[in-house]
Every structure is written in structure tokens, then in C-alpha cells.
């Protein structure tokens, strides 16, 4: 057999060898081991990052995603004048020239907000009754009433949130926090994405969402199943002992090192490190899932009622991958897509992810790591202040919008009790200390201790960041 068929065969085989070992981009948490071979690969608990551009306030991120756009107006940006337009011409002024998605050249009518809204904790923010898990953690949250985005379609939008740009392929922000500052552990991923849904048709979330573009793959993330195995073959089939695995993936370490010292690939590098990282999760990861030693009145404060792949039980997830290192934890909650039957849905929606998101955080502040865990809460973007439809109350929705929508951050440095931003009098234009996302963006990685400008990768003859060429941190929100 020739050389160049010796390197496609064994490369197919890596290749789907390693897909079976559970979707993977594990290799980062093995870069002790890969240095072996590439003297440029960081060591667990170092990224490119090192020394920190600055103090770190937060060492990890847990990124809890409403898939969807949740509707700002019904949870909190709390708009009396819109209220008081209820079923009124929308005033041109606001939407002229303005892109409106599939509102597009129909009528527009006001919509007042179908919710409640109270002050609530000493800080006095002001949120709804959709919410009253969040509503008793007001004084930990931070409100920002002012986001932007670019994107008024689910998946470029994503996109945009996710990677900083619209284009498909690039880096998520997951991959650069890995790239940047290393894992914190050797048997779990660095990098974990969990998904779960209630409600309206789920959101699609494709895969690109959470790769690595042109980052070593190493640095994607790696998706746990909301049932049963979290992660595909994680136990060994009938008849193969950890013992006889282990001599598996030791041997075909060493084939995958005299072949790397032929062709100096770094991405052989990355499969030896997934399949020893794989051999790592078939012992962390059980352990990880038995949620048997968790005390009751824990499992009750999320409203956990087992492995079921609910947010609830990935929020409790979350916790615990926090607990053992892992440095960004993104989930999504994929039911809040409300074009139609609005309040019906969010009745859905906000049932199934109020409760939870609450104990997360009181949660991480009862153990001490709400002060360098950052929380990220919020969609690709908001809804319009008017309804996509006509008729009566129960089958109106409202339409992607991306000129003002809100957000809220908690831990990781972050001032607690604020609400920052407004949009205008109808909730439709951000328009007082706007924040977009590259600036969310730019935020996030200084509270991790990251110069968003610096932490650049070279490809294809230009710097590429998170941020791109914009982004500035809102200082006005950090503690």
C-alpha cells in the first residue's frame, strides 16, 4: 500500500473512530499530553491567554440561552405608554424604513404587554409576573433594557450572538474562552452544550453554533444528550473491561505519534487527545449524571424530578460542571419562538426555565462561586411592541426584533441590583447606554480577564477576534 493510501485510510478510520467516541473536540483538556507532540499546546488551566491581560473576576461562564427571542415586553421592559396604545396605530415614525421580518407592508398595531410588572428587592428593579423565581433574585441580577443585535432571523441571529458575526464557520464564543484560557479540568470537556425544550415547535440550534471554525478543533464544544447517556458510548459494551479499553486507546496513541512524526498534523494530535479524554469521561462522566447524592431540598429548589433532559435538570448539570471545571457551559432552552398564542407560550415557557435559572444562581451563591461564575440569561434578540397578528388576545403573538431587547447577567463581577439601559417609550429602539453584542461580548471576556482586542487568531492572512473590529466593555456594569 502506498503512503498517501496508508494516510487516507488511517485518517478515515480517526476520523470515524472518534465520532463514535461522542461528537468531540475534547482535546483541550489534554494538552498536557499533546505537548508531547506540539510545544505550542497549552497545559490544562493554561490557554494562549498567560499571563491574564487583566485580574480575572469570573473563571467560567454559564451561558443560559432562550432560544427563540423571549419577548422583552412581557418580562423586563416595563412600557406604560405601550400599554396605553394598546390596539392603536403603530406611529410611523418608529418602524419607517426599518426592516419588520414578516410584518413587512401590513398594518401595524400597538400591543400592550400581557403581564403584570411589580418592583421587587431593595434595588426596586422592575420584572414581571411571568417571573417570580427571578423576581426574589432582583438584588443578584443586573437588567440590561438596552441590547442590539444585527440579525432578524433565528439562525444568522444565533450566529451573531454566538460568534460575533453573521458568517457561518467562524470561532463561538464558547471556542475562544477555551482557546483563551484553558480547561480546568483533564476528564471532562472544557466547553459543554445541553439543550432541552417546553412548549411551541423547538428552535433548531444547528451544530455550528458551538464549533470551533478555524480554532483547533480541540476547542469546540461538546453536546451532552438530554437522556440517557449524556454522551454516546460513554460505557463499555458487554465483555470489555476499563482495563482492556485502556490498552486500546494507549496503542492506538502511540500508532497516531509515529504517524504525527511523519506528517506533523496538529489535528492527529487532537484525536490522540479524544480518545484519551474518552477514556477519561467513561469514569468522570457517570458520576458526573448520578444526581442520587444531591440533597432534596436542592433537587426541589430547581424542581428536578430526575434525568430527564429538562432545563431544570440541565441547569442542576450546569452546577455541577461548574463544580468540576468546566470553563463554559451553554444552554439552551428552545421554545421561544411566540409569533402566535403568546401568552399561552410564555406561560410555557417561562414555567419551565423561572424556577430553575433561580436556584442556579442561589445555588452557586450558597457554595461561593456565584462571584466567579458568570451568568449570561437572554435570546438571539427580542419581539416587536406590535403583534404579528389580528384577532383576539389569545391568538396574538409578536414578531423577531432586534432594535431593543433585554438581557440580564448575574455573578462573575457584575454589579448586582442594577438595571441598566431603555429603550424608548414603546420598547422598540435601545436607545439610552446601548449595549450590543459585540459589547456583551467585550464584557464577558474582561470579567475573565481577556483584552477582547488582543485575543486575535491569524487566519488566512488576517487577525480574527470574537468581536471583530468593534466592542467596547460596559464599564458601568462591572463591580
Request: proline share 5%; net charge neutral; charged share 20%.
Amino acid at each position: 500500500m502506498s503512503l498517501a493510501n496508508s494516510l487516507n485510510t488511517r485518517r478515515t478510520f480517526l476520523k470515524t473512530s472518534s465520532l463514535g467516541i461522542g461528537s468531540l473536540a475534547l482535546g483541550e483538556l489534554l494538552a498536557r499530553d499533546a505537548a508531547a507532540t506540539s510545544a505550542a499546546a497549552p497545559a490544562v488551566g493554561q490557554g494562549v491567554v498567560n499571563p491574564l491581560h487583566y485580574a480575572a473576576k469570573a473563571k467560567r461562564v454559564i451561558f443560559l440561552c432562550m432560544a427563540g427571542g423571549p419577548s422583552h415586553l412581557e418580562l423586563f421592559d416595563y412600557k406604560p405608554k405601550l400599554a396605553a396604545m394598546d390596539r392603536k396605530p403603530m406611529p410611523a415614525s418608529f418602524t419607517a424604513g426599518q426592516p419588520l421580518a414578516q410584518l413587512q407592508g401590513k398594518e401595524l398595531l400597538c400591543w400592550g404587554p400581557r403581564a403584570k410588572f411589580a418592583k421587587h428587592g431593595k434595588s426596586g428593579q422592575m420584572i414581571s409576573d411571568f417571573l417570580p423565581h427571578i423576581s426574589s433574585i432582583a438584588d443578584d441580577i443586573c437588567i440590561v433594557r438596552s441590547m442590539k443585535t444585527e440579525q432578524i432571523n433565528h439562525d444568522p441571529a444565533h450566529t451573531f450572538m454566538n460568534t460575533g458575526t453573521q458568517i457561518s464557520g467562524r470561532p463561538s464564543m464558547g471556542a475562544w474562552v477555551n482557546y483563551g484560557l484553558g480547561s480546568e479540568c483533564d476528564d471532562l470537556p472544557g466547553f459543554v452544550v445541553m439543550m432541552s425544550r417546553a412548549g411551541r415547535n423547538p428552535q433548531p440550534i444547528a451544530s455550528r453554533q458551538w464549533h470551533s471554525g478555524f480554532l483547533p478543533s480541540k476547542y469546540q464544544g461538546v453536546v451532552f444528550n438530554s437522556t440517557g447517556d449524556p454522551v454516546h458510548y460513554a460505557s463499555n459494551p458487554p465483555g470489555i473491561t476499563s482495563s482492556r479499553q485502556l490498552d486500546v486507546v494507549n496503542t492506538i496513541g502511540q500508532l497516531d505519534r509515529m504517524q504525527n512524526d511523519l506528517v506533523h498534523n496538529p489535528e492527529i494530535t487532537t484525536r490522540i487527545s479524544q480518545y484519551e479524554l474518552a477514556y477519561r469521561m467513561q469514569m468522570s462522566v457517570p458520576e458526573l449524571t448520578d444526581i442520587s447524592n444531591e440533597p432534596q431540598h436542592v433537587l426541589d429548589s430547581y424542581g428536578v424530578k430526575g434525568a430527564d433532559g429538562s432545563f431544570a435538570y440541565n441547569c442542576l448539570l450546569a452546577r455541577r460542571l461548574a463544580e468540576r471545571g468546566v470553563r463554559f457551559i451553554h444552554l439552551y432552552h428552545r421554545d421561544w419562538d411566540h409569533h402566535d398564542r403568546l401568552i399561552d407560550w410564555m406561560t410555557i415557557s417561562t414555567k419551565t426555565s423561572d424556577q430553575a435559572t433561580a436556584a442556579l444562581i442561589n445555588d452557586l451563591k450558597s457554595r461561593g462561586m456565584l462571584d466567579d461564575t458568570l451568568i449570561v440569561w437572554g435570546g438571539e434578540f427580542g419581539r416587536t411592541p406590535m403583534s404579528q397578528s389580528k384577532g383576539a388576545d389569545l391568538a396574538l403573538g409578536r414578531d423577531h426584533h432586534i432594535k431593543g431587547f433585554s438581557m440580564f447577567l448575574a455573578g462573575g463581577g457584575i454589579k448586582p441590583g442594577i438595571s441598566y439601559g431603555n429603550t424608548d417609550e414603546l420598547g422598540y429602539n435601545a436607545e439610552e447606554n446601548v449595549v450590543h453584542v459585540h459589547d456583551l461580548h467585550a464584557t464577558m471576556m474582561h470579567q475573565l480577564g481577556i483584552n477582547h482586542k488582543r485575543l486575535t487568531y491569524r487566519y488566512q492572512g488576517r487577525d480574527f477576534r470574537l468581536t471583530d473590529v468593534a466592542g467596547h466593555v460596559v464599564d458601568d456594569i462591572i463591580a
